[in-house]
């Protein structure tokens, strides 16, 4: 499996922002898609974004459109995710997580098939 390692979260109120990192050792980010899932308790894991190996395309999820953005720092090893006007209901667990399997260079997915390998987790916490 490929190893990584989310960083970033925290506390903000509603309104604020929060960048989550992704670091990924074993592997370069630009050999997998990588997404960004979130788990709120006592709900399943959700697709958050996603981004191509290609790195020029990505996917969001209805409710965070327009205010996240994920990017991919290829130097760094690190994929992004940019948080703005959190909501209360943004409040989760944060998983990023890659694909040992997948090489097509245009393919990402908000859904947990096709992801073999996840992160720990980061918490986000978002007060009203």
């Known amino acids: 499996q490929l190893q990584l390692v989310e960083s970033g979260g925290g506390s903000v109120q509603s309104g604020g922002s929060l960048r989550l990192a992704c670091a990924a050792s074993?592997?370069?980010?630009?050999?997998?898609?990588i997404a960004w899932f979130r788990q709120a308790p006592g709900k399943e894991r959700e697709g958050v974004s996603c981004?191509?190996?290609?790195?020029?395309?990505?996917h969001y999820a209805d409710s965070v459109k327009g205010r996240f953005t994920i990017s991919r720092d290829s130097a760094m090893n690190r994929v992004y995710l940019q948080m703005n006007n959190l909501k209360p209901e943004d409040t989760a667990v944060y998983f990023c997580?890659?694909?040992?399997?997948?090489?097509?260079?245009?393919?990402?997915?908000?859904?947990?098939?096709?992801?073999?390998?996840w992160g720990q987790g980061t918490q986000v916490t978002v007060s009203s």
């Open positions: 997580a890659a694909s040992s399997i997948v090489s097509t260079s245009t393919w990402c997915a908000m859904t947990n098939s096709g992801y073999d390998s």
């Open positions: 981004i191509t190996i290609s790195g020029d395309l990505s």
């Open positions: 074993s592997f370069t980010v630009d050999q997998s898609p």
